[in-house]
């Protein structure tokens, strides 16, 4: 399929969609599988007896209280670090991943996420005290934040512009199914009695080992080659990806974007540069956002959650399945839709939509569920349909978008850092989610959802007015097209930021 990569001020490029570039996306992508796996695996097995007994015994008695309360039964802090521990670590990952991504690669930093998280996988699968289970699953979190920095910055350096926005959710739809596989492994384990949880918890080795090894045979992108001043290796890598003899033009334009780049000595202080500020202002509140939906809070413990509303406990695993399924199912509309409709439609839209769901939910608990006791069956069916419709509206938007928007907006000189910056608040604000959900959830009932539905309001507004469209701009071309045009940011856009540095360097 030839595309030609072009807008009302870049020049075209032509590109094919080439088989080869469908293998090496679909095997970096193993990366995001990883992540939904660990994702959807840590609420099953919190739900767990076996695991309850093993290493969090206060819980499990109180689990067992005929007249428990529907909120706090589950509220330990040691039980939600279990969770949180692995995005703590991936916080601080991605600053070294992204040195990582700069001065080795893409494709090394995916090897090294692969390699943490097989290391990780067989300490929380064989742990023997709390200790280990935790090391364990900050080494899981190390691969997290190499895996999440270089994943998603491969797959749009070697997109064509025109496809960049589907081809790059497809980091977000293995996510959605990772949650779903673990989701169907909590189903079927947790009737295997003792040792359920370990399967469960060994499981994420699979995907890592296909990316240890399926990374071994893609190719580097061709911007990482040239910033690294292989030049000729990153024209052929070019040509290859490309599928087309004609590439000079693209090959001069990442040239261009290298020399200028290679001028900047300190990118993380390039970034509190005023040019900068677009792109990093809306990286660091897609993260903001994305977690303060709610979403990682409904999948890290919808199990959970559906057992607090009256579910059991097979009928609340097998609810969290049906879940997953809607995730994944709905992502393949955002990947039809991204370069279609564009961002801000999808963004905008599923504002609406999730605000709608969070609100009836959060009504229906507020009036229905008291502290002890279980929801009516047609009250909890209802929560599980509007769960499922909420989370619909968060795979084709907010959960691809958070991914997408921060790695296709920041200039070289500036990509691999702004986007460990991203990264890293992604993993912030994930691990304050997963950190404080339960004992918010203790303490709000169900006015937590209508906590979440006052940061929907927010990010709805903020999309709205500060986040311009991207479809189909060259990645390179982002500052003439996206910034300077914007009603808001181009006040930032000052003409002497383009040479301040080298100046300073020259004088």
């Not at 959807?40 to 739900?47: M, P, R, T, Y």
């Not at 709205?464 to 097209?481: L, Q």
């Not at 930032?492 to 383009?498: K, Q, S, V």
Request: hydrophobic residues 50%.
């Amino acid at each position: 399929m030839a595309v030609v990569v072009s807008n009302a001020n870049a020049p075209a490029f032509e590109a094919k969609m080439t088989v080869y570039v469908f293998i090496c996306v679909m095997i970096a992508a193993v990366g995001g599988l990883i992540f939904g796996y660990d994702i959807g695996i840590s609420g099953g097995v919190s739900a767990m007896d076996d695991f309850l007994k093993e290493f969090f015994p206060a819980v499990w008695e109180r689990k067992k209280h005929v007249h428990e309360n529907n909120y706090c039964k589950y509220d330990n802090q040691f039980l939600q670090l279990f969770t949180s521990s692995l995005y703590l670590a991936a916080l601080v990952a991605s600053f070294f991943a992204s040195a990582t991504c700069s001065k080795l690669g893409r494709r090394p930093t995916m090897q090294f996420a692969s390699i943490f998280f097989l290391i990780g996988v067989g300490l929380t699968a064989g742990a023997v005290n709390l200790v280990m289970l935790i090391i364990g699953r900050l080494f899981l979190g190390f691969g997290v934040g190499f895996g999440n920095q270089a994943v998603p910055l491969f797959l749009s350096e070697i997109a064509p512009a025109q496809l960049r926005g589907g081809l790059n959710i497809v980091f977000q739809l293995m996510v959605t199914i990772g949650i779903l596989i673990a989701n169907i492994v909590n189903y079927f384990t947790a009737t295997v009695h003792p040792y359920g949880w370990r399967i469960a918890l060994g499981g994420a080795g699979i995907p890592a080992v296909i990316l240890l090894f399926g990374s071994l045979l893609i190719i580097e992108t061709p911007t990482s080659l040239i910033e690294r001043n292989k030049n000729e290796q990153g024209k052929e890598a070019l040509r290859k990806i490309r599928g087309v003899d004609d590439i000079n033009d693209e090959y001069e334009s990442i040239v261009h974007a290298c020399d200028i780049a290679s001028q900047v000595k300190d990118p993380y202080r390039k970034l509190l540069k005023p040019a900068s500020r677009p792109p990093f202002i809306i990286g660091m509140l897609l993260q903001l956002f994305q977690q303060f939906t709610g979403i990682n809070a409904i999948m890290f413990y919808a199990p959970v959650l559906f057992q607090t509303v009256g579910f059991g406990s097979d009928a609340a695993l097998l609810s969290a399945v049906i879940t997953g399924t809607i995730n994944v199912l709905a992502t393949f509309v955002g990947i039809y839709l991204v370069d279609k409709t564009g961002r801000r439609f999808l963004l905008l839209q599923s504002s609406v939509h999730m605000l709608i769901c969070q609100l009836i939910i959060g009504i229906i608990l507020a009036k229905d569920l008291g502290i002890t006791g279980t929801l009516g069956r047609p009250q909890a069916l209802v929560v599980v349909i509007f769960v499922c419709v909420y989370v619909m509206g968060f795979a084709w938007s907010w959960g691809p978008l958070g991914w997408l928007i921060p790695s296709e907006t920041f200039p070289l000189e500036t990509r691999s850092a702004g986007f460990a910056v991203a990264v890293s608040c992604n993993m912030f604000f994930t691990f304050v989610i997963a950190q404080a959900f339960l004992s918010m959830l203790c303490g709000m009932r169900s006015g937590i959802f209508f906590f979440f539905s006052a940061w929907i309001i927010v990010m709805g507004l903020f999309a709205f007015f500060f986040i311009p469209e991207t479809k189909g701009i060259a990645i390179d071309d982002m500052r003439e097209s996206v910034w300077k045009p914007h009603w808001f940011w181009k006040r930032y856009m000052l003409p002497e930021d383009d040479h301040q540095d080298v100046e300073k360097r020259n004088a």
